[in-house]
């Protein structure tokens, strides 16, 4: 499309109309500020957009109407050409206005920026705007959530759900679980075992509430449970509050064995004799390992009868200090490989 500069008739009916929208909006803005301000940048992007496909305007037309408009409304912020592209493309990605009643005008400007310049997908878009809105979070929770890849996360442990639990509680549990868990604030040792995993997820705490989601509430670390005279302890306990029940979490710095599941599914009846009260639903169970292969696991859910899923964790690992020195340095490295020399020449 060619580029072709605005004429004098048709640019001062572009310039008054979005200035009558601004005018409506400030009017209404007391009442719903923040969704009148997204509709009103959804609908100048639209205009905008309109006028560039049937005038063949190209993008200097931004620059122009930013400092009109900025002349017009000196005290406005958000009238700036990068803002009016920002709005450009919100229209862009959203030509029906129904998407923003359901969602979109429900969150922050810069939450839809976000979303606009990080998640390229239209469905994966509306699954984050639908958390965000769900779930309170704020703008940067919204960028984490979105690098560590959420959308692709969620709801993907393996479970037995279907099998142990009734519609629609199985659906909800499968959906509070995810695979895998990201546990990138903390750094660990390749030699690490499970004391030090829990021990750290329990320090950076609100951290790890992030990542497990909303609807858990911390109950206790090495939860005591004593069974015919035995003590036995839980490596995590929670209750979730919308499933309202208990989550038994163990943590393994292990590849998945079946016999875990056997473990879990002991401290899950006990929890549901001791702990749980009439009213609440049946424990579910979390096994945290560091890796597992999806074909055992599969068989050794198949006839458990207690609800629970299976799922990896991701950490930041070093190396011990003690095995530092054992390692070649960069030099020693060139110096095998004939690198140093040839790097002189």
């Known amino acids: 499309m060619a580029d072709q500069p605005p004429s004098n008739q048709t640019y001062p009916a572009l310039l008054a109309s979005i200035k009558e929208r601004i005018q409506r909006a400030q009017v209404r803005a007391a009442v719903a500020v923040n969704q009148e301000l997204v509709f009103l940048y959804w609908g100048i992007g639209k205009e905008i957009l309109a006028r560039q496909h049937q005038e063949g305007w190209g993008a200097n037309i931004i620059a122009r109407l930013a400092k009109d408009l900025k002349a017009q409304f000196p005290e406005m912020q958000g009238l700036s050409p990068r803002n009016l592209g920002y709005m450009k493309a919100f229209a862009e990605a959203w030509p029906d206005e129904s998407i923003l009643q359901a ?35 704020s703008r940067n929770v ?71 989601g909303v609807g858990f509430s911390f109950v206790g670390s090495q939860y005591p449970l004593e069974v015919g005279g035995e003590d036995f302890r839980i490596d995590l306990l929670f209750y979730h509050l919308k499933l309202r029940c208990f989550v038994v979490i163990d943590l393994k710095m292990k590849p998945f064995k079946p016999e875990y599941a056997g473990k879990m599914n002991f ?79």
């Open 103 to 137: 969602a979109l005008a429900k969150l922050t400007w810069y939450h839809n920026i976000t979303l606009i310049q990080k998640v390229k997908d239209p469905a994966e878009r509306l699954w984050y705007a639908g958390q965000a809105i769900e779930n309170g979070w």
């Open 142 to 212: 919204l960028v984490m959530q979105i690098e560590t890849g959420l959308f692709r996360r969620q709801g993907k442990a393996l479970t037995n759900f279907g099998q142990t639990l009734p519609s629609p509680q199985s659906d909800l549990a499968q959906q509070i679980l995810k695979d895998p868990y990201n546990f990138d604030f903390l750094t660990l040792t390749t030699a690490a075992h499970e004391r030090d995993l829990e021990s750290g997820l329990l320090e950076h705490i609100r951290k790890f509430l992030l990542e497990l």
């Open 267 to 345: 401290y899950l009846a006990a929890v549901d004799d001791l702990l749980k009260h009439s009213t609440d639903q049946p424990t579910i169970g979390l096994i945290l390992c560091k890796g597992k292969n999806q074909l055992v696991v599969e068989y050794a859910l198949r006839n458990v009868t207690t609800p629970m899923g299976i799922a990896e964790f991701k950490y930041l690992e070093f190396l011990p200090e003690g095995l530092k020195g054992s390692l070649p340095t960069v030099e020693e490295f060139e110096a095998e490989l004939g690198l140093s020399d040839q790097s002189e020449t």
